[in-house]
């Protein structure tokens, strides 16, 4: 299995987590998805080595920035430059790497794309650029599952909650006020809490196991965000 992300120090980690609970064979290599001739390179490497039956593309981040905001001295928009650099990594991203893996998983047949989502794709308010990028990654998950199907490749996505992982405690260090926030939203949930990571990873496994399972979202969200709730927990910040 390969891992391609920028940041060596981290991919390391990734491996040697991997090395721990049994998962064995892991390497990383750099891989830059907003660079579509950089992933088109990773990509004929894996080719030269003998091709990929199965691609994940996790790479996303969140962006925290309403489309416009009240403050003493007037109105604050939406920065165009911090929208372009979330749909530019996002969107964008996620579309280079399923390009550049596409041809390699029609040639393995009987192969897998899971693309990541999020329970936000529904709609976040305060997180429009996120939310919007994640709504459409679920549509071409879809898309994609007719495109390809033909092909001998099925394309999923997985559209977790707030997950108790690092990237979370990232943020909480980063921003403290965003750890009310979230938590505010987790409790209102239907089912109230953080979704444990393992549980996205198991939702990964089972869409690169299934045979059958093509063209949806498999939300694992404890319910999501009450669309209401997200609306007064903005107003509150
Ligand atoms: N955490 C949550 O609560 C949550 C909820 C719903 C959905 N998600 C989605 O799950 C995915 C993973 O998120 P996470 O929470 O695990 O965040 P994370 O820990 O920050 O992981 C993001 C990963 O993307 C990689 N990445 C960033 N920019 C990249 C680029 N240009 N090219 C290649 N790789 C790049 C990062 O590695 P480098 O920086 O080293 O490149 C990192 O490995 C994201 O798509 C996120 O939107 C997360």
């Known amino acids: 299995m390969v891992v391609l992300s920028r940041d060596e120090e981290v991919g390391g980690r990734l491996v040697r987590r991997a090395a721990d609970v049994g998962c064995r064979g892991v390497e990383w290599r750099f891989g830059d998805v907003t660079d579509a001739g950089q992933m088109d390179s990773a990509f004929d490497r894996l080719r030269e080595e003998g091709g990929v039956s199965a691609c994940v593309v ?19 928009r939406h920065d165009p430059e911090a929208w ?6 996002n969107l964008t991203g996620t579309f280079n790497a399923a390009r550049s893996a596409a041809p390699l998983l029609a040639e393995a047949g009987d192969s897998t794309l899971v693309l990541l989502s999020s329970c936000s794709r529904h709609g ?3 997180q429009g650029a996120y939310s919007a990028t994640k709504a459409a990654i679920s549509s071409l998950a879809r898309t994609w599952a007719f495109e390809l199907g033909r092909l001998g490749i099925r394309v999923l996505a997985v559209a977790p909650g ?5 990237a979370l405690a990232r943020r909480f260090t980063a921003e403290p006020m965003y750890r009310r926030y979230m938590q505010d939203l987790a409790d209102h949930q239907a089912l109230p809490g953080f979704v444990p990571e393992e549980e996205v990873a198991s939702a990964v496994a089972f869409a690169l196991e299934s045979t059958s399972m093509t063209g949806t979202t498999l939300e694992i969200d404890a319910g999501g965000f009450p669309a209401r709730l997200v609306r ?4 509150g910040r």
């Open 124 to 126: 976040s308010a305060g």
């Open 58 to 76: 996790t790479a996303g981040r969140n962006l925290s920035a309403p489309l416009l905001r009240r403050t003493p001295t007037g109105w604050q």
């Open 232 to 235: 007064s927990s903005v107003r």
């Open 84 to 89: 372009r650099e979330l749909v530019d990594l």
């Open 162 to 166: 707030v997950v108790d992982g690092e």
